[in-house]
């Protein structure tokens, strides 16, 4: 599979659009899916308490988890008290295939948005290394994302598709970013509709 960057005019954010072809997609689904049936999807909370209107587990080592204690990693499920199901080989090697990093990510988040869930606009500041990238892949219905530099001022809006990779990196590691809406139907990848979205990280 040729994976192709192309100019994102945002430094350091990079994009593979189509990434992964339709059945690298679905084969990723069943792994994730088949996965995280030993870590639940959970809604987190923030700190005040208010519930995200995306789902999430994580896969690997550590899991990024938020409730009234604040943001952080950590190595087990919120709600069952057991460690993260491992990550898939496949995701390890797209990190090294597209990121280069010398170092595996330690944690994947993942992020289920079924209709009508968005993520506000936010900067990844939670890992221990702020310099190693953090790779994303999006599957299932196409998101509306939205990107700025991490010092403020406009954003840029811009879809994620099914099969679709980014990376924020060097300069746009700390941008800021988020998902405005999915386009509910546009995809039937996950079952019963919507979109996963994979994180890979170092967060150690
Ligand atoms: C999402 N993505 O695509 C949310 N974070 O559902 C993120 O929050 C994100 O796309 C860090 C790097 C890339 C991302
Ligand atoms: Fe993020």
Redesign the pocket.
Known sequence: MIRREIETGLEGFRLWPGALSPDEQAALRDEVMEAVEAAPFYRPTTRSGRPFSVEMSNLGPLGWVSDRGGYRYQPVHPATGAPWPPMPERLLELWSELTGWPEPPDACLV?L?REGAR?GL?Q?LDEADRAAP?L?V?LGDT?V?RIGAAEGGPTRSMR?ASGDV???TGPARLAR???DRLLAGSSNLIPGGGRL?L?LRRAA
Do not use: P, R
């Open positions: 992020n948005y993520m936010h990844d953090v994303s999006s998101a994302f994620l980014c990376a924020l970013h988020g998902i979205n994180t």
